[in-house]
Each structure stands twice: as C-alpha cells, then as structure tokens.
C-alpha cells in the first residue's frame, strides 16, 4: 500500500513540476526579428530588423547600433514591413528610407535620425 501511495504522489509532483514548466516558458504570440540589414562604420555596427505582426502587434522595423559589444534599440517605427534605403549621413544621423508595401499606393516614407 505504501509503495502505491508513494507512486501516485510522484506521478503527481511529476505532472505539476511539469505543468508549471509548461506555465513559466509558454509563449502566446512568439515574435520572430529577422535582420535585413547590417552596416559596420568604425567602432559601430547599425542593424535593422523586422518584427512581424500577430494578433497584438503590429508590424515594426527596429534600428539598433552595436557598440563596444553591447546592442542598444536606438526606435521602432510601427507600421512598416519594408525598408528601401540605409544612409549614414555623419557620425551622429543616419536615414531611413521606410515603406508600408502592403497597399499598391503608399509611398516611402524618408526618415532621418539621430543617434546618440
């Protein structure tokens, strides 16, 4: 009788060990950055991303710069999927060239920004 009654208390510390895992890594709306472009200019690095959007997002292309081994997110810009250009205009702007590509008619939109 002992051993039944430890046998079903292992099987359920099993399943709640496993169900509270299952709680602490589940992802509702897992979102994917895809790198679509990358730009080395001396001791930086300027990526660009695109996150896709889902259910409770839009879509976002990020600009980030590398520096000294750490990413720092420099913006997000919601609602675009496409990017047309990448500038480095001096050591402290750089410009963007962003488009929405999802309706025939939109045109880019040409964005300059500073990084600090």
Known sequence: MKKLLLAVVLIIISGL???LYQW???EMF????NLIH???EGNN???IY???GNATTEEVIQLKVERQG?????EAFEGYN???DFKIVNDSTVQLTLLDNSYKNNKPDTLEIRID
């Open 24 to 26: 602490s890594t589940f």
């Open 17 to 19: 060990a496993f169900f």
């Open 38 to 40: 990358e730009q080395k």
């Open 50 to 52: 695109y996150l896709a």
């Open 82 to 84: 496409s990017l047309n």
């Open 30 to 33: 897992p979102v994917e950055s």
């Open 45 to 47: 690095t300027y990526r």
């Open 70 to 74: 750490y990413e720092y997110l420099i």
